[in-house]
């Protein structure tokens, strides 16, 4: 695989730019990444074509309920979050 494999990534803003060349790196090293943005048509067709160890997950970044959320979803399914990288502030 590659040297993040077994890692937990949450990229913001992963649907386009920056965070989605972020994204595809990290993928191609085996990371395990939730595709976060609030673009959910391109983010969902992002997240398809990475074939597996993703998903899409809803995010507005200025929302401080919905950053507790998504937390709490990848800590409870995944046990933990390794790497966090916050792109798309407007």
Do not use: C
């Not at 994204?23 to 997240?47: W, Y």
């Amino acid at each position: 695989m590659g040297r993040l494999e077994n890692k937990i990534v949450l990229v913001t803003g992963s649907a386009r730019g920056i965070g989605k060349v972020i994204s595809q790196l990290f993928h191609k090293e085996g990371a395990t990444l939730p595709i976060s943005d609030m673009r959910v048509k391109e983010s969902l067709s992002f997240s398809e074509s990475l074939t597996d160890r993703n998903e899409y997950l809803h995010l507005d970044v200025k929302d401080e309920n919905e950053w507790r959320k998504i937390t709490a979803f990848i800590i409870e399914k995944y046990g933990k979050l390794n790497i966090l990288i916050i792109d798309g502030f407007n």
